[in-house]
């Protein structure tokens, strides 16, 4: 019995020249039958847009509604994501800058779906749904999106489709425009 045991801490004491590799980062876990109205195609009615973060997330288009924003009043813009390839846990960034060069803007930083399908969640071929809310101030929005993971590392943007490049992984995808 002794012999066992003073094999054992031996063994134990010899340093190993291999580290166990650290474990895959999990995927988060959802449940999608509760995203029935997250996983969703864009509408017919929906400016396509066609650009691709990371090779990995296209913003096929948006939709804002009402269609032309009322000053004073609340708007819902709407992001359509296609999935093309797994992705890590990434933020959706919206700057919603004023057209009229102001300098005034609205942030919408934001899990996708209100925090309810994180993008680690996303599988190769959904289609995703991104709604929210802003309050409309009197001139037009400039509308630019991109991801972001923490300390402010943005997820290259791969192509801009009909949108536009800033420069710094940003997208423009487009000006919501304001009634009259």
């Not at 650009?51 to 509604?65: D, I, P, R, S």
């Not at 296609?82 to 803007?105: M, N, P, Y």
């Not at 001139?139 to 991801?147: D, K």
């Amino acid at each position: 019995m002794r012999a066992l045991a003073l094999a054992l801490i031996c063994t134990a004491c010899i340093e190993r020249p291999f580290e166990e590799p650290p474990p895959a980062q999990a995927r988060a876990q959802v449940d999608r039958s509760a995203l029935r109205d997250v996983l969703v195609p864009p509408p017919g009615d929906a400016t396509i847009v066609g650009a691709v973060f990371g090779n990995a997330a296209e913003l096929l288009g948006y939709k804002l509604e009402p269609p032309q924003m009322v000053p004073g009043q609340r708007a819902k813009l709407t992001l359509y994501w296609r999935c093309r390839a797994e992705l890590e846990r990434w933020h959706v960034f919206v700057h919603l800058d004023d057209a009229t060069g102001t300098g005034a803007r609205i942030h919408a930083e934001h899990d996708p779906a209100g925090g309810r399908f994180p993008t680690d969640a996303w599988k190769v071929g959904d289609l995703i749904a991104d709604s929210f809310t802003f309050g409309a101030g009197p001139n037009p929005l400039l509308l630019f999106v991109g991801f972001y993971t923490e300390g402010e590392n943005r997820l290259a943007l791969t192509a801009a489709g009909r949108g536009r490049d800033d420069g710094n992984n940003r997208l423009l995808a487009g000006v919501l425009p304001i009634a009259h």
